[in-house]
């Protein structure tokens, strides 16, 4: 399942987020609880709680939504 969340991320989710010089990738995954750690410029970013709820979150919740149940920053 890491594997394949790792996959959709770098497939959806990159390429936005290297507009803006990062990037996001898995943590862990377990219980239903995704932990992603973002890269780049986006590890610092102040923006970055926003992008997650606004634009990363709303992606990987719609993509699986009987799998991921809570996703938070490492």
Known sequence: MLEEIQMFIDEE???MLAT???GCSVVDFSEG???LKFEGGCAGCPSRQA???NAVSPALMQRY???IKEIVLD
């Open 13 to 15: 989710i990159n390429p």
């Open 20 to 22: 803006h010089g990062g």
């Open 33 to 35: 609880v995704l932990k």
């Open 51 to 53: 992008t997650l709820l």
């Open 65 to 67: 939504p009987d799998d």
